[in-house]
């Protein structure tokens, strides 16, 4: 059997090699150091100077070496000068070039300069001020040897000049050299040894940073290049919206059109039946992608407000009562009391709650789904609990990530893109709320969102009531007049096959002048529904404030295939309502019910 070879096991080992601007750091961290050298001699030259002078020694020699120091310290100065101005204007290669072993050599004279301190001092001197001039020149060297040897060729200069000194140790010491001169040698050599571990640690620390800044210069530019690819995406979304909703707005219409003709049918029920929740899925499938776009571009905003429980859980009864039966599921839900309210985007925790009750009825081949909400102190914990299959645990942490989807989840349900979930993670993070899950494998879920509640005190929502669930009844019945006005004649068809098919007297019109002659034929409609884009500009909320201003009594919705426009939010703004595409009819058919009762009770 042959033993498999990681690929990285294969690639050679990266060199610790620092480029050539990582030199020139090294170097320049050198040079300070040498610098502060050269500045700290003239005042040790006089320490020492007058010591020596106080053990009746001839301090002359010493006096003039400090002095010595002063244009050497304005020189170094210069030099270090004219070092920064051609680092700043040269490459790091000619840098290195021209300065490497100019400082080498100053370097080595200041090395040197420090081992003449010996010569200087020999006559006259005790044998404590020698010791101590050697133990001061050891721990120079021992110092420089952490600080200096970042550019190890100028250490190494500096470290020859000032090992010269050894060569004098007979005369410095005349009585005791033969131990003092092998034991410098030897702490020598350490000190150097341990310089060369201390450079190996510099050109290591320098080949990381230079690593991880090359890493961080990637992914930045990577996420630059994701972020501008999201950006493309959810532009092209945004501009794309309504020509993408447009056929699937037609093909949901047509669907609950043809199903209405065809429910007596036992042939036919079936198949349209399952027409029906196919349109259904696509519809939830385009709304949640579209959703999800909506919200990574930022143009979705959180505005929290009192949202009642009772009616957000009544709203998805009337949404998934219907698709659970189709699906031989029961679909409980545990109401709470109508002074229950939530402190959240309306908009954000409806469309997470009802992604959760979609993804739990998918999900759920026998048994049901409940859906209740729970009080945990300051907070509302709204559940949906499900019989299905569950969640294997090292799936559990990847479950709401956007196109994620289980080992098994293609089998449970096909045709899913993983998205439902990552668009209640990301309502759920516009809100500033939690959500999280439960699951055993076999046994079934639970996901969970915690909202914050609302106190009593609070803008209590305005409630609006609902229409009653027609479990069963295969149509509504409904009577009353509706304008449409579309500028596409497939969609205008599908509005007039499912509106008639419901029983309302309907008139189509491509556009305000033609809705103009049906008002002047005495056609007053109790509904206006009118797309946002009607052609050649036209502003579809304009003619429809139009048409509202000429129907007083009339009630009236935008249309929309876009996702975030002015004129949308201008209408938002003034109170119209906006029904997004492809509009839901079983939504559709609740607010027609809803208006003409409504109309009809004089309310």
């Known amino acids: ?179 003092a001169l092998p034991m410098a040698v030897v702490m020598n050599i350490v000190i150097y040894q341990s310089s060369l571990n201390v450079q190996r640690f510099f050109v290591r620390q320098m080949v990381l940073e230079e690593r991880s800044r090359d890493l961080a210069d990637r992914y930045r530019a990577a996420s630059s290049a994701a972020l501008e690819a999201l950006a493309e995406k959810n532009h092209f979304l945004g501009a794309a919206a309504h020509d993408l909703r447009q056929p699937v707005h037609a093909m949901a219409l047509l669907a609950e059109a043809i199903a209405l003709h065809g429910q007596h049918d036992a042939r036919l029920a079936p198949l349209l039946q399952q027409w029906r929740l196919s349109m259904r ?155 999280g899950m439960r699951s055993r494998s076999g046994r079934g879920s639970c996901f969970w969102i915690a909202v914050p509640a609302a106190l009593p005190a609070d803008i209590v929502p305005r409630v609006v009531p609902m229409a009653p669930d027609r479990a069963g009844t295969p149509s509504p019945g409904l009577r009353g007049r509706c304008l449409v006005v579309d500028d596409e004649p497939q969609v205008l068809q599908a509005w007039m096959a499912l509106l008639d098919g419901w029983g309302l007297h309907v008139r189509t019109a491509s556009g305000l002048q033609q809705a103009w002659e049906h008002l002047d034929a005495g056609f007053v409609p109790d509904v206006v529904l009118c797309d946002e884009h009607l052609g050649q500009g036209s502003s579809g909320f304009t003619a429809l404030r139009a048409l509202l201003e000429r129907c007083p009594g009339a009630r009236g919705a935008m249309v929309s295939g876009e996702i975030d426009t002015p004129s949308l939010r201008e209408a938002q703004d003034d109170g119209y309502l906006v029904l997004y595409k492809p509009v839901d009819p079983q939504t559709l058919q609740d607010l027609l019910i809803r208006w003409l009762e409504m109309d009809k009770n004089g309310l």
């Open 1 to 179: 059997m042959t033993t498999p070879v990681s690929d990285t096991a294969s690639d050679p080992p990266e060199k610790e090699t620092p480029s050539d601007e990582g030199r020139v750091r090294l170097l320049t961290a050198s040079f300070t150091r040498l610098r502060v050298g050269v500045l700290a001699m003239p005042f040790i030259g006089m320490l020492f100077a007058l010591l020596f002078a106080w053990q009746g020694g001839n301090p002359a020699g010493l006096l003039a070496w400090s002095a010595l120091y002063v244009p050497a310290l304005w020189g170094v100065r210069r030099l270090h000068q004219r070092y920064l101005q051609d680092q700043a204007e040269r490459t790091a290669a000619d840098v290195l070039a021209t300065w490497q072993r100019r400082l080498q050599k100053v370097a080595l004279c200041h090395g040197l300069a420090l081992a003449s301190t010996v010569a200087l001092t020999m006559d006259g001197a005790t044998y404590d001020f020698m010791l101590l001039l050697h133990v001061t020149l050891m721990g120079i060297a021992a110092i420089n040897a952490v600080q200096m040897t970042a550019n190890l060729p100028m250490y190494r200069a500096q470290y020859v000049g000032m090992a010269c000194g050894l060569v004098l140790m007979p005369w410095a010491f005349p009585d005791h050299w033969y131990f």
């Open 281 to 435: 899925s696509v519809n939830h499938m385009f709304n949640t992608l579209l959703d999800l776009s909506r919200i990574e571009s930022g143009t979705m905003k959180a505005r929290p407000a009192a949202v009642s429980i009772a009616q957000l859980l009544d709203e998805v009864g009337l949404q998934f009562g219907e698709d659970a039966r189709a699906r031989g599921l029961a679909l409980r839900l545990r109401r709470a009391q109508p002074d229950a309210l939530l402190w959240a985007d309306p908009a954000l925790v409806r469309q997470a709650l009802f992604n959760l009750v979609h993804n739990a009825l998918r999900y759920t081949a026998h048994g049901g789904v409940l859906v209740a909400a729970r009080r945990r102190g300051g907070l509302w914990c709204l559940g949906v609990w499900d019989t299905g299959t569950g969640v294997g645990e090292q799936e559990q942490t990847r479950i709401f990530e956007a196109f994620y989807r289980g080992e098994t989840a293609h089998a449970d349900a096909p045709g899913g893109h993983g998205l439902g979930l990552a668009v209640v993670a990301r309502c759920v993070a516009l809100m500033g709320a939690r959500q």
